[in-house]
């Protein structure tokens, strides 16, 4: 498996310079990038997460296993458009890597309470 922020530095090397000069230039930059929005969209999908359980638990008693499922579907979605992209726009691609970890932290909250429910 590739590690993500290997891929950028990969994907973005100008075709001029070594890949190992250019990656021992900007891996720090890449890898806290990542970090950052790794941390931020964390936190911001724990909310949402839980938020959106709460929001449609009120309305159907199957909201807990299809909001998992929908965040699992496009968390996929984008992530692989944020490999895609990585090659022609490298903001695109902190973007759809942005929605695609938001996405997949939206299930934390909700499959820690499937599980609290199941165990009761």
């Known amino acids: 498996m590739l590690y993500q922020p290997m891929l950028l530095i990969l994907l973005c090397a100008p075709y001029s310079l070594p890949v190992t000069v250019y990656s021992a230039l900007t891996?720090?930059?890449h890898s806290l990038i990542f970090g950052a929005i790794t941390c931020v969209t964390g936190i911001l999908g724990i909310g949402i997460g839980a938020a959106l359980s709460k929001h449609f638990k009120k309305k159907s008693p199957r909201a807990d296993p299809?909001?998992?499922?929908?965040?699992?579907?496009?968390?996929?979605?984008?992530?692989?458009?944020?490999?895609?992209?990585?090659?022609?726009?490298?903001?695109?691609?902190?973007?759809?890597i942005a929605l695609g970890e938001t996405l997949l932290a939206l299930n934390w909250a909700i499959i820690a309470d499937i599980l609290l429910v199941i165990w009761r």
């Open 27 to 29: 891996s720090t930059l």
């Open 66 to 96: 299809l909001s998992c499922a929908a965040g699992m579907l496009s968390s996929s979605l984008c992530l692989y458009l944020a490999i895609v992209l990585a090659r022609h726009n490298i903001a695109a691609t902190y973007v759809f």
